[in-house]
């Protein structure tokens, strides 16, 4: 029986993955990174730290840290979301299905709090949330599971009883070995990658949820 549906933010609940991308490549280019937008799509997901540790370690530069540089990227994505609020389609709703379901509803985000929370609140959305983890200062982020297994106990719910809703593979990846039922939502140009097979389902939109879908992933309904 489902109890908890614990949501992934970047991507899923806003449409900030061109941000991350145009964020990274404008600040890492100016430090001489060679970096193209296919780059920034084969990590999506990926915490920001450690792209920007991968690109210190293959593509160094001089001046600043990784602490800075990491910073300057979240800084330009949290005022982008400020300024254009791009909120995916059926968050709201998807959301609400959920409540209305009687499940417990939590966040769960490779992004850096810095980030969460100004996102949330700039879309509306704080309050939705009974918890909100994030695996920046975790020391493995997705598709190490830790982070979706602190939200499970933050809402102390067992994992298997949880319902993750994700929209990239690594995020898929990470739910997947907390044990919890997963719902994909992947970007259209990823929609045909075959690695999604493993999600329980898979949506074109948050828009397409409903109900039905939760009482699918019951074990009860098998």
């Known amino acids: 029986m489902l109890s908890a549906a614990i949501f992934d933010m970047d991507g899923l609940l806003v449409d900030s993955e061109p941000f991350w991308q145009r964020a990274q490549i404008d600040v890492l280019s100016e430090l001489g990174v060679s970096i193209s937008l296919q780059d920034t799509r084969d990590t999506t997901g990926v915490?920001?730290?450690?792209?920007?540790?991968?690109?210190?370690?293959t593509q160094p530069w001089q001046g600043p840290s990784n602490a800075d540089v990491q910073a300057r990227i979240v800084d330009r994505v949290v005022a982008l979301v400020k300024d254009e609020k791009p909120m995916m389609p059926g968050?709201?709703?998807?959301?609400?299905?959920?409540?209305?379901?009687?499940?417990?509803?939590?966040?769960?985000?490779?992004?850096?709090l810095t980030l969460i929370h100004p996102t949330l609140d700039a879309l509306g959305l704080s309050e939705q949330f009974a918890i909100v983890e994030s695996a920046g200062a975790l020391k493995y982020g997705k598709p190490h599971p830790e982070v979706y297994l602190n939200a499970a106990n933050a809402l102390d719910v067992d994992p298997e009883h949880c319902v993750a809703f994700e929209d990239s593979f690594t995020g898929l990846l990470a739910a997947k070995a907390a044990s919890m039922k997963t719902i994909v939502v992947p970007a259209a140009h990823e929609w045909e990658d075959p690695r999604f097979v493993i999600a329980d389902q898979?949506?074109?939109?948050?828009?397409a949820f409903s109900a039905d879908n939760l009482e699918s992933l019951s074990p009860s309904t098998s």
């Open 47 to 57: 915490r920001i730290d450690e792209i920007v540790k991968y690109y210190a370690r």
């Open 202 to 207: 898979k949506l074109a939109s948050l828009r």
């Open 91 to 112: 968050v709201k709703d998807a959301i609400a299905i959920c409540h209305q379901a009687g499940l417990k509803v939590g966040l769960a985000s490779s992004s850096p």
